[in-house]
């Protein structure tokens, strides 16, 4: 196996590992995983049951008869605790219950009588792999470390999908190696005693939204407040984003409520009507205990930052890349100032608003109120009549639209209205997507078509899991970058239980024409001062990514030299350098070049093992 490079991370929040059966041939491969930089825990046997990279604070690990336990991740799970459940596990499909109640966000992994159990996050932050090595299931949290163990090659039809804007559900939650299988996040991994057959088997699914915001609004709290104490419970000192949006501040504010000490960083946006920098001072003004520190707005990276320069080592492609610089530029200082861990209001907009589609339902049971409402989100969307009433009667389900879109990937970009009220954004390819590629993006669509039923029956609900999931995608990968820059990131908002609480409450009181976030603003009401909580809206930062393709049309043309794509026969690279002498073309301020930047960059940066 090809060593990971230095990007692969060694401190606090970069734990990765594969998982073996406690046999003799799964021993006999664990030692090819085995290298300089990893570590590993050992069976009572002796023989070894994870190898990878932690940091002593990340994993809790307990053994008791048969059985053995290891969490890994943030959760505020002890030890003693841990080894108890381990000595009254019998089955292992006893772990569901408890993988559904511990807060935080970790990896659970679980061997009894030979049995392997491995899972993520129902929130697909933390995800798992899995492949045959030499006959051997092996499982592992990201799956390059698997690709590169079996010498495979990128799957050109993976890689062609990945050029749709955007890949719809399940097309994006797939390994980009054929021989590398991806687990579900609703799903955990169980391999057979064996240690040569493998299933999955699910363990979470999402709540039913019936709970009215009276009562849900303090679960929410509740929930957001255990993910906020889980990363701040031992101390020292934490750095949270505070960029005046109701998020980020919620987040401050129940950070300021703990033992740790609290940096808060802002950046101002360049645009003038930018009033984000006011909000994050309103919000400081009450948090007497927290540093605030605000950048200069003009010394802020612009979107398409450093491309040239990404060296992370990833296990899939990500439209994250874009922003890299953006993220991860202030963590330096924050560690300067003696962050330990930086906390950000990312994933608030998915789980404490929701989506429109949910109206598509509504319409039909509450005919009445779903009316005014949707009258509200027109004059707000400014949606047209014709095309809402279009929108609401199509009443086709997940595998049609999916099929639908198959034939329709050169089509414009549909209005806004389609698909705020539909199964999503139909997926989309451009003019410099070659026809081969067009071609197997069709394929998969179609495969897709023939077996996917949706997250959820409900568009609604399942707009908002695959929302979620696609976020998490990003977030995943930055994460892994933050820890290389030495200040891990953590996202509370997206740990599964503050998803569950918020998902639980009625839809019909979650997104609202009228009020903006009126979930996380009920649930934030004492904790929040009430002059931060009236902010009705969020600032985009357009300008700063019109201004990132004026500055960058130099390293974007340099893109496409010599592009890998191009060589696959999946863009026309031509195509490409003519349009990055044209940064202003209409269309590219819309991100439509986002998901080839991803695919070419992800191509670049991966390891010789993984190209030759």
């Known amino acids: 196996m090809t060593e990971l490079h230095a990007s692969a991370g060694t401190g606090p929040g970069d734990a ?13 491969v664990a030692r090819s995983f085995a290298h300089p930089g990893t570590r590993t825990l050992k069976y009572p046997s002796g023989r070894p049951w994870l190898v990878g990279q932690w940091d002593d604070q990340e994993i809790v690990t307990a053994h008791a008869g048969p059985a053995s336990l290891a969490v890994l991740g943030c959760c505020p799970i002890d030890a003693t605790e841990l080894e108890r459940r381990a000595g009254r596990l019998r089955d292992l499909a ?3 219950a408890l993988a559904r109640t511990l807060p935080g966000s970790f990896h659970l992994v679980a061997a009894l009588d030979g049995q392997l159990r491995v899972q993520g996050t129902a929130s697909g932050l933390r995800l798992i792999f899995h492949a045959a090595v030499d006959g051997v299931q092996v499982a592992a949290s990201r799956a390059d470390v698997l690709a590169d163990a079996l010498g495979a090659q990128p799957d050109v039809q993976e890689l062609a999908v990945r050029l749709l804007w955007p890949a719809p559900y399940p097309l994006f939650e797939t390994s980009l190696w054929r021989e590398v299988t991806a687990v579900a996040p609703q799903d955990a991994l169980m391999v057979a005693a064996d240690g040569r057959s493998a299933r999955h088997s699910r363990w979470w699914t999402p709540p039913e939204p019936v709970r009215t915001l009276v009562d849900g609004a303090p679960l929410v709290r509740a929930a957001l407040s255990e993910a906020v104490d889980a990363r701040t419970r031992q101390g020292g000192v934490v750095s949270c984003d505070l960029s005046g949006g109701l ?23 360049r645009d003038p009507a930018d009033t984000d920098l006011y909000w994050a001072e309103q919000a400081a003004k009450h948090l007497p205990d927290v540093e605030h520190v605000v950048w200069d707005a003009d010394a802020s990276p612009l979107v398409y930052d450093d491309l040239l320069r990404i060296d992370d080592l990833l296990d899939e492609p990500t439209i994250g890349v874009m922003d890299r610089s953006r993220v991860l530029h202030h963590l330096p200082a924050m560690a300067e100032r003696g962050s330990r861990l930086h906390l950000t209001g990312i994933g608030g907009d998915h789980v404490a608003w929701c989506s429109e589609a949910y109206y598509h339902r509504l319409l039909r049971t509450r005919p009445p109120f ?9 004059a707000l969307w400014q949606w047209p009549l014709g095309g809402t009433v279009r929108a ?14 198959s034939a329709r990937l050169r089509d414009p970009v549909p209005a806004t209205v389609t698909t705020s009220l539909g199964w999503g954004m139909p997926p989309r390819l451009f003019d410099w ?53 030495g200040v891990p990131m953590a996202s509370p908002f997206l740990d599964d239980r503050v998803i569950e609480a918020s998902l639980a409450v009625r839809p019909s009181e ?5 009020e903006y976030k009126p979930l996380l603003t009920a649930a934030m009401r004492g904790i929040v001062p009430e002059t931060c909580l009236r902010r009705t809206n969020k600032a985009a930062a357009s300008m700063d990514a019109a201004e990132g393709l004026r500055r960058h049309r130099a390293d974007l043309l340099a893109l496409w030299e010599d592009s890998r794509l191009e060589q696959l026969g999946l863009v026309d690279g031509n195509a490409l350098r003519h349009l990055a002498q044209r940064p202003s073309s209409p269309g590219l301020r819309d991100a439509i070049l986002y998901s080839t930047i991803a695919a070419e960059a992800w191509l670049r940066g991966l390891s010789p093992a993984r190209t030759r």
């Open 16 to 28: 990765h590992f594969t998982v073996f059966t406690d046999r003799e041939d799964a021993a006999a």
């Open 94 to 96: 006893e772990l569901d």
């Open 392 to 405: 609401l009667a199509d009443a086709r389900p997940y595998g049609k639209w999916l099929a639908d879109s």
């Open 510 to 514: 979650r997104v609202s024409p009228w």
């Open 370 to 378: 779903a009316l005014r409402q949707l009258r509200g989100f027109r």
């Open 247 to 269: 998020d980020s501040t919620s987040i401050c504010f129940l950070a300021d409520r703990s033992a740790a000490r609290v940096v808060a960083s802002t950046w101002p946006g």
């Open 433 to 485: 997507v070659t026809p081969d590629a067009e071609g197997l993006a069709q394929r998969a669509l179609r495969e897709a078509a023939a077996t996917t039923t949706p997250l959820h029956p409900d568009r609604g609900l399942h707009a908002d899991l695959e929302q979620i999931r696609a976020c998490t995608r990003i977030i995943r990968q930055w994460d892994r970058m933050a820890a290389r820059v």
